[in-house]
Nanobody
Framework: QVQLVESGGDLVQPGGSLRLSCAASGFTFSNYYMTWVRQAPGKVPEWVSLISTTGAFTRYADSVKDRFTISRDNAKNTLYLQMNSLKPEDTALYYC?????????????????WGQGTQVTVSS
């Protein structure tokens, strides 16, 4: 069965960095676009970033552009999110998800398979 397991979340000070990982199994990872989504307490899920099957194409939400970098290692079936210059407003539960279609990557509710999430807290 499809399984996505995120890791790497932590408490970090403003301006700090974290790298999230998402280990995928149960499907051919290299065949799917992948996406990161986050959800802050009391808010709806927010799309963060997507990556194409080979990693050649990436896209970011305006709120994280130039600070976050998405990447993937298809040999390791792993998705990454490098987060730099973190801000308190980046505090959220971060999920990786398998995109049902290329278009669904940016619509959190349109993707069927998500991980359990990893908590990122940015606070001094």
């Amino acid at each position: 069965q499809v399984q996505l397991v995120e890791s790497g979340g932590d408490l970090v000070q403003p301006g700090g960095s974290l790298r999230l990982s998402c280990a995928a199994s149960g499907f051919t990872f290299s065949n799917y676009y992948m996406t990161w989504v986050r959800q802050a307490p009391g808010k709806v899920p927010e799309w963060v970033s997507l990556i194409s099957t080979t990693g050649a194409f990436t896209r970011y939400a305006d709120s994280v552009k130039d600070r976050f970098t998405i990447s993937r290692d298809n040999a390791k079936n792993t998705l990454y999110l490098q987060m730099n210059s973190l801000k308190p407003e980046d505090t959220a539960l971060y999920y990786c998800a398998r995109c049902n279609t290329q278009a669904s990557c940016v619509i959190p509710g349109k993707n069927d398979y998500w991980g359990q999430g990893t908590q990122v807290t940015v606070s001094s």
